[in-house]
């Protein structure tokens, strides 16, 4: 229905259509009732808007749609929709109708330009999606005791009262209705509680995202009807692989397993790899129950001590687990490879596997790194293959490498949890063989059916990642000229391997981990997209995701798809107009879902880091500096992967002046340097748990605070910060370059 509309209303651009023609064309089988309710969704969606009454499919004239964007000041950029579009329109804070960050609104231009940004200013007109109708938050009283919220996003605006929130104890976090208004007020729906018992900062994260962690009763009863096991008639017709050595290669700690591998040698030498993946679209019909609330959720969820799945626990933990000795319904990629690490053939087909054992990241290491001679008889016929696979990997680990493709190995900091579910200790992630071995294999599964949908014209969603901007590329060329690496090549048509050089430069090297993640941060972001337009990063002309199609919705696409190739129907899946209409929203949507997953499970994680560490304020620990500012020097703890702020402030042995080109701070007095990816010590001197941030001050350094009160030099701070006025006036600068930043 909304296809169909959104069909019409593109053919009158400009004009508009009224509701009643829309009904017209859309023929008998659509009510009035019908026409309204997909109307309200593509204007939830932004694909539709109506003006006086008349209804259109795109921005026309002086109008726009876009999501708001707040800045410090109050004022707005508009981000046009779309991801990856930068913001082209400003807001003042009087015009946004109570417009609050994240809303999609439908905005005037006012045909003037304003501020130092030089960007047109428009008028919201209609909010046409809030992305807060409820917030997430502490109560705190003012001196007449009234209650107003802290919302657990400190960008958002703190000005709204809860009336009768008398009843909430102190510190704890609760849900808020916003009632938006002349004057918007917030009514509290549910009290989550103590951010220190275990759980509950799930459940802030888990609102504050509006992520959906519980299934509706329609979902879990479609799931119910599925069997618990694939019987004879479900593999009548599918390739018998139960007899065939595959195995399963995951972390000690998966939830789910959708994908496993198998190896043959096969008379001339080569390769052929198998890669089977979980038959999820075989369970989960197009357009169905189980279908919709898989698009709704568009990803699954993983916290330290929990996972929200894309899909019902009967499939993503039972019917679609590849669990070791019981048949699963698999789709297949077989790939052959010659000695050169070339793919000499590949074939697609619906199979039946058992796997023969489930296998962790360390255990393959420990097999391939330090082999016991007990290994034949633990492993049997296992072993072999997994020798085998150490081999093809190595070969297309080099291939990979040698077109240009980057290897980003960035350190993490796990979380361990106690048996109360406190965090008790921060570890550093390794990254080993066995990761590496199912990377090569699941890229080159990736690659080839990318490829085959690609050349044969079946719709799908691959995985687009383009090259960085030359912006972007010139300011990463000037950094890394500190560092004594150069930057090679035309920015405007950089390949790959020039980034790939930079990293080979500093491996092993301190510097190592900061520059990877500089290069990474140059990176434009990855999204889903109907054309396959490439990954840039990995060097591939035709990418696309299909070995998880259990927790991501993108991949179920991929395997329609490919499913639709098997069958011979390839031709009537390319000829599905709808779908070719609904393909664009979907890669927009699926997009935006994993960005808000990955966002919740950072933010997560660097909370129970920072948590964590709120008892450890005296200690000292090493650190690299990550960020450079006229306000201080931002630190990244080595083990506990976490970052905080050294103030400028604190720093009394000079007066610094912050050399904003060089990234650096430098001593006026004694010419000390302070930059990118220096090695400091830092003592914690302070947890914002608000803000989720912490305070460090370098070790030995004086205090510039305390010499401050001593009545000594007032000068301290970056380029005289520390005078009230010279401080605001360095602040509103720093504000303003990272408003730049934003646009570009």
Sequence with gaps: MKSRILARLKKSPGTGVWPEELQDALGKGATPQDVDDALVTLRQEGEAFDIEGLWHGEVFGSWAIGIVELMDTGDAFIKPKGYGKSPEIVVRRRNLLNAFAGDMVLVRLLGRKTGDWRLPEATVVRILNQRFQTLVGTIERDAQGRGWLVPYDPKLPAE?????SEDVPPGHYVVVRVERGKSPEARVLEVLGDPDTPGVDVQVVVRHYDIPDEFPPRVTLAASKLPANPGPRDWLGREDLRETVVITIDGESARDFDDAVSIERLPNGFFRLGVHIA????????????????YRRGTSVYYPDRAIPMLPEALSNGLCSLRPNVPRLTTSAFLDFDGAGKVVDRRFSETVIRSSRRMTYNEVRRILEEPRDSDDAEYGPVLPRLREMHELMQILLKVRVKRGSIDFDLPEGNVELGTDGTVVGVTPAERNVAHRLVEEFMIAANEAVALELDTRGVPALYRAHDAPSPEKLQELR?????????????????????LQHVLAEVKGKPAEPFVSSLVLRTMSRAVYDPVCNGHYALASHHYAHFTSPIRRYPDLIVHRGLKALIHGEAEARAADTALEIRLPALA???????????QSERDLLNWKKVRFLADRIGETFKGRITGVQNFGVFVQLETLVVDGLVPVRTMGDDFYVFEAEAHRLVGERHGRVFQLADEVEVELTGVNLRRRGLDFKLVGMPDGEKREERGGDRRRGAKGGARGGERKKATRGGEKGAARKRRR
């Design 160 to 164: 709204l009262p809860v009336p009768d």
């Design 478 to 498: 000037e950094i890394l000229r500190q560092f004594g690496i150069a930057l090679k090549g035309e920015l405007s048509t950089l390949h790959p391997a020039a």
């Design 279 to 294: 038959d999820v679209a075989h369970y989960v019909e197009e357009g169905g129950t189980l279908d919709q609330e898989a």
């Design 588 to 598: 927009e949507h699926t997009s935006a879902m994993e960005r808000r997953a990955e």
